[in-house]
């Protein structure tokens, strides 16, 4: 794997198997680039443009993203778990198959994001509107899901175990193949207007201390 540390290293806009270590990416314009089992170490694209870059099978543990536009940005089974986000521009972008355990998007812009296959447990995801999205094998246990729009969405093999789903809206919204978890009165209360399996009901009421015969 070849070793980049300088900025003046950089000669794209294809890369592969390269590591990248202690490098400032932040204001480069980096559209349309594509990384291919990189590592990024220590390494920051704060205010960077990535709109349509492509990141394969990368490694990037506590990136800095923020404030980065990456609308149609596509991450293949890429390691992401604590990047942060903030104010960016994720829109259109795909995760596919990542691992994004405590990412933090806080008051990024995600209109149409793709997370399908992908690991958000424990991350921030405040506000995001996933209105008639089909979520695909999601994992979004502990989560914060505060105040998302779920509106009509199809939740397929996902996990909703611990997520905190203050506000959050789920109407019309298909919760017959996601995982909620133990059902009790006060987290069956989030998914108000959802449609949810006879099985899915039946562990409700269990928690209720009712019996189903």
């Known amino acids: 794997m070849q070793t980049i540390d300088r900025i003046e290293d950089l000669k794209g806009p294809e890369?592969?198997?390269?590591?990248?270590?202690?490098?400032?990416?932040?204001?480069?314009d980096l559209s349309s680039h594509s990384f291919e089992h990189c590592e990024f170490e220590n390494c920051s694209f704060a205010g960077s443009f990535l709109e349509n870059a492509q990141f394969i099978k990368c490694k990037a543990i506590r990136g800095a993203f923020s404030?980065?536009?990456?609308?149609?940005?596509?991450?293949?089974?890429?390691?992401?778990?604590?990047?942060?986000?903030?104010?960016?521009?994720?829109s259109g972008a795909c995760f596919q198959d990542c691992k994004l355990t405590g990412a933090e998007f806080r008051d990024a812009r995600a209109l149409g994001v793709d997370f399908n296959g992908s690991v958000l447990s424990g991350a921030y995801l405040r506000q995001m509107n996933f209105r008639k999205c089909h979520l695909i094998r999601v994992d979004l246990t502990e989560a914060d899901l505060a105040g998302c729009d779920f509106s009509d969405a199809v939740f397929e093999q996902c996990r909703l175990q611990g997520a905190h789903l203050s506000t959050a809206r789920f109407e019309g919204a298909d919760l017959r193949q996601a995982d909620l978890g133990v059902l009790t009165f006060a987290s069956a209360s989030c998914f108000k207007g959802a449609i949810i399996s006879k099985t899915q009901a039946t562990e409700l009421l269990h928690g209720l201390g009712v019996t189903v015969l």
């Open 15 to 28: 890369f592969s198997s390269c590591l990248f270590k202690d490098l400032n990416f932040d204001g480069l």
């Open 67 to 90: 404030y980065a536009r990456l609308s149609d940005a596509r991450f293949d089974m890429c390691n992401l778990s604590l990047t942060q986000w903030v104010n960016s521009d994720v």
